[in-house]
């Protein structure tokens, strides 16, 4: 007993669930409140203009049939997910325009009275018409995505641990502006001698190609012993597309002389 006061304080059913037959307890309250309340009016009107006919009458039956499925539609439409409910729509519907069917007939043949099927229709017909609206009414259908949510800042740059390499600190320095990139750049001095090596290769190069006038790339790699012929080539290559010296032959008969 208890617990039957408890459940009609709280809206709960028995089983702690929301009571979908109390319309105080729907979600969306005043979206649904409209359909429920006039539905159940129109099905209250069904019944009263029919108690006149026959009780075995076919059309009586039908009509308040079609009432009481209609307030069971209108019921259970506020449990449903916005997909669901749109073809629940599509139903209640059908059964709306099943009901005034059988109205006009019931008024042609006088079994309703012409006031009374032309209220009837009336209200139905409003109640199509917030039918139709109710998918613009559902929260789940007015939301708008707002552009702006999905603005992402930068990652900001994470400095990575110290590796260790202790050994080599004053000879590379290891930049991490990157964090998906961890470059090795070779200590500044270091930088500085490679660049005065190879000017005084070039330096030397021309010299060689001065003097003995024409000269092969065998010739010129045997003058030196701290870089390959392949370097060598690579500077012969810059000098003649620089203009400073010529290049006769291809391959291996290539021939450099001084311009």
């Not at 089983?15 to 309250?29: C, E, W």
């Not at 039908?62 to 409910?85: A, F, H, I, N």
């Not at 609206?133 to 939301?143: I, N, Q, V």
């Not at 800042?153 to 390499?165: F, H, T």
Request: aromatic share 6%; with cysteine; net charge positive.
């Amino acid at each position: 007993m208890n617990n039957q006061k408890d459940t009609q304080k709280t809206g709960l059913n028995i089983y702690g669930h929301k009571d979908v037959h109390n319309p105080n307890t729907l979600p969306h309250k005043p979206v649904y409140e409209f359909v429920n309340k006039k539905t159940e009016k129109l099905v209250t009107a069904l019944y009263m203009v029919t108690d006149c006919m026959d009780a075995d009458d076919a059309l009586k039956g039908k009509l308040r049939l079609l009432g009481v499925e209609l307030l069971s539609d209108m019921y259970k439409l506020s449990t449903l997910s916005p997909v669901d409910k749109q073809s629940h729509i599509s139903v209640s519907l059908a059964h709306i325009y099943e009901a005034l069917s059988c109205i006009e007939i019931a008024s042609t043949i006088g079994f309703i009275s012409e006031m009374n099927s032309q209220i009837l229709k009336r209200e139905f017909e409003l109640l199509i018409v917030e039918l139709g609206s109710h998918k613009s009414k559902d929260k789940h259908f007015t939301f708008t995505l707002d552009q702006t949510m999905f603005n992402v800042e930068s990652e900001p740059s994470r400095i990575l641990p110290d590796v260790g390499i202790k050994d080599k600190r004053t000879e590379y320095n290891m930049s991490f502006t990157n964090p998906k990139q961890v470059s090795f750049n070779r200590n500044p001095l270091q930088t500085s001698r490679d660049t005065v090596s190879k000017q005084d290769r070039t330096a030397k190069i021309l010299s060689l190609i001065k003097d003995k006038k024409d000269l092969s790339i065998k010739d010129i790699s045997t003058a030196f012993t701290d870089c390959s012929e392949k370097t060598i080539q690579r500077e012969l290559n810059s000098l003649v597309s620089k203009g400073q010296i010529k290049k006769t032959g291809a391959k291996r008969w290539s021939r450099y002389q001084a311009i």
